[in-house]
């Protein structure tokens, strides 16, 4: 019953995405026809309906426990708690691309409804653009992807959703914020190829994409910080990014976005970089379909009940189409939207900006070729290579070194050419910076450690300046105090001071990679209980094992007692005082999996984390294996991240009329 | 980046247009390359040797001996209740493949791994299976064959070599086009 209902709603969701295509497409030379457009609208409220149905019967299957539906079957079992089967919908292949229609089928009607009556001759163009975007979407699920396809007898129970995904809290939210971010970005795509198609404006899109964008990639930025919190929490090696292929597909995307968001207001501004944006914004949209079939095809990593589904080919497809189209309507735009002049000069905002893009974008491209690279290799020659961290590491660290001087250089130069005044301000800034790696090469750090904490300092001391001189100046201009001079800046552009506090929020992060990539130690022990072993500063004792049976899973916990020091003096019972904590790392034992998953136990200050993984245990002996990491500075990424996050959401705010 | 302006020649515009073409040309075709291969494939050692002999006790009484099967084409399939939905999907298939090939030389086993009796029983029943399956109770069917999860499913030629290793759900599709060449192969030949 839900099954069929879900499938004829998809179907309407077909109709409407095609229906839509064809009356806009039909209609592309009558322009300001408000028929058409009324049309337009009623076919996009028709797919997000059909798409929402379909969702509604998806979430109702699976709360429901309906193991006739394949998906569920697959996905939930009578044991998995309600948070994790709703979150079931974006557990595997089919519900994410169920869910990726949605926000899609949302945004569409969002645009249709939010633009109304205006820009008569721009918006039925990118309309359009996604209505064939959507319609590739549900099409899957009708074909290849049904996400309703039953099982020809209905399974006493289901199989349960990867424990790794089950087993933290961040699952529930994590992929949605990465699908909005993903999904968000077809929406500039689609303005630019709109632009293109009406073939009459070049400009206006920036003003109109600008909050769109900073919503995707806000979500894309929140997506990949729960991504890396995420792996820090649940995969037990004590890191938060290995330069997997997933983390990859996501990642790519996100270097393009920023680079398009500092772009776009080289062009708002100046009138320049138009083929540059558009060229940008393309690929963004590319990578982020590109990195859905990395990670749904099953081309690169691979689960044990891989099936040969169509869906790869059906993906290359759409990639080769999507490219094909972008190209050509982009060649054929060409001479439209070639820009007039050029830089004023070298040393100015603008070419900074221009600088940071081509180091954002050569990011995105070593990471596409790190990704792609083995099967280059394997189609070329047969032989299976990898390539892992050292290869990535090796090229971003300088490359990100040039990013953090080109964002500091880029906040203290002015648009257009800069003059002696900014020329004070850099003087003061080298001058603060090599004060500073001065003093930190004298506290013992070297190597490439200290150049990336200089460009870090470069970078914050640069983004503070703004903020005094802004304050300062408009102290003096207001009688305001310093404060409240502070705060109406950001009241009086949202953009540049809610920026500036992202630029603020990454050096943060920076600083934490630097710190965990720098001075990490590892240690691990078999312990019986009662016995303690030191790692970085800390002594750890085994306090006990403890089995406590859960709904989902059965939970091995082994408390241990922290203590400062390398104190051995520890006699004394279980939960003596002067142990600074009490960590209880545990093994997870869900019945979908033949191994536990482990739950690291994290405590963590803002100099260190301590990290224990229970590694194995064995209850006759009372006698467990821990693995304990210290690593510096970790707490910082997370925190770092959170600004980034907290001043894009700020910066899209809706302003209200003062 | 160095947007020359107003370009007069459509020359840039072209060389453009096959750069960029032949670039997603060259990217399409290696991603193409890459759906032809399953990354995630563990090659079986057993592929071309002798297929370990084994006696399985049925369930519905009696017990098979693999030496019994020599001379006909063996589909070995390994299996449990708990198995969803891979073995939910693939059973129908092995049914329909036990029914096309019954009667000219072929057998499916189905090999219980890792379940309880009455559960397995209910799923053989529901699905209407008709060939022979039977419990690998100590396991050590499933340890000669170096089954990794479930379902996993070898095909055994006529002179009882394994040929091929499925894991992952099998279809009616993917064996019919192993198994025809198989049964021709040995029609005239001697087993």
Known sequence: MMAMLGFLSLMLAVGCAAGGLVTLLAGHRLRHDPARAAWGRAAAAGLF?????????????????????????????????????VAGLWGALEG???????????????????????????????????????????????????????????????????????????????PPLLYVGYVGLSIPYAFAMGTLLSGQHRDEWMTLTRRWTLVAWTSLTAGLLLGARWSYDVLGWGGYWAWDPVENAAFMPWLVATAFIHSSMVQERRRLLRIWNVSLV?????????????????????????????????????????????LLALLARLPQIRDEGWLDSPLSREAMMLLNNVVLLTMAFTIFVGTIFPLIVEAATGAKVTVGPPFFNRLFVPLGIVLLMVMGLGTALRWGRSGAEEMRKLGWLIGITLLTVTALGFAGIRGAGLVALGAVCFVTVAQVGEYVRGALARRAATSESFPVALRSLFALNRQRYYGYLTHLGLAIVITGIVGSQSGRIEVQRQLLVGQAMQVGGYTLRLDGLVALPGA??????????????????????????????????????????????????????????????????????????????????????????????????????PSHPT | MAVAPNMRSSWPRV???????????????????????????IPSPLIGRQAPEFVLPLFDGGTLATPALRGRVVVVNFWASWCVPACYEEAPHLQRIWDRYRDRGLTVVGVNIQDQDRLARDFIARFGLTFPNGVDRLGTISIDYGVYGVPETFLVDRKGRIVHKYAGAVTEEMLVSEIEPLLADADGASP
Do not use: C
Not at chain 1, 114 to 141: C, E, N, Q, W
Not at chain 1, 296 to 304: E, T, Y
């Open chain 1, 552 to 653: 989902d899973k059965l939970v091995v916990a082994a408390p241990v007692a922290v203590f400062s020091g390398n104190s051995t003096a520890l006699a004394g019972s279980p939960g003596s005082p002067g142990a600074l904590d009490i960590l209880r790392p545990s093994e997870n034992f869900y019945r979908q999996a033949r191994t536990p998953v482990p739950t690291p136990a994290v405590r963590s200050t803002w100099r260190q984390d301590l990290y224990v993984v229970l590694m194995a245990f064995d209850p006759a002996a009372q006698s467990a294996v821990l693995r304990a990491v210290v690593t510096p500075l970790v707490s910082w990424i997370w925190v770092g991240g959170t600004i980034m996050v907290i001043a894009g959401v700020l910066a899209g705010w």
């Open chain 1, 282 to 326: 393309i690929l963004a949209f590319l990578l982020t379909i590109f990195g859905t079939f990395l990670t749904r095809s099953g081309i690169l990593a691979s689960v044990h009940s891989f099936t040969q589904s169509l869906i790869g080919p059906v993906f290359v497809a759409f990639l080769g189409l999507v490219m094909v189209a972008s």
């Open chain 2, 15 to 41: 060389w453009a247009g096959i750069a960029g073409a032949a670039g997603a040309a060259v990217l399409l075709l290696v991603l193409v390359f890459g759906l032809h291969r399953d990354p995630g494939a």
């Open chain 1, 96 to 174: 994410s691309i169920l869910l990726w229609a949605w926000i899609l089928a949302a945004l569409t009607l969002l645009v249709a409804v939010k633009y109304r009556g205006r820009h008569p001759d721009l918006i039925p163009s990118v309309l359009t653009v996604l209505f064939g975007i959507a319609l590739f979407f549900v099409g899957v699920m009708v074909g290849p992807a049904n996400p309703f396809a039953r099982l020809p007898v209905v399974p006493p129970d289901g199989r349960g959703l990867n424990p790794l995904l089950q087993n933290h809290l961040l699952m529930a939210i994590h």
């Open chain 1, 49 to 85: 309906a059909g798409v929402t149905l379909a969702v509604v019967m998806m979430e109702a299957a699976l709360i429901g426990f309906d193991f006739s539906i394949r998906y569920v079957a697959a996905n939930v079992n009578r044991a998995t708690p309600l948070l994790f089967r």
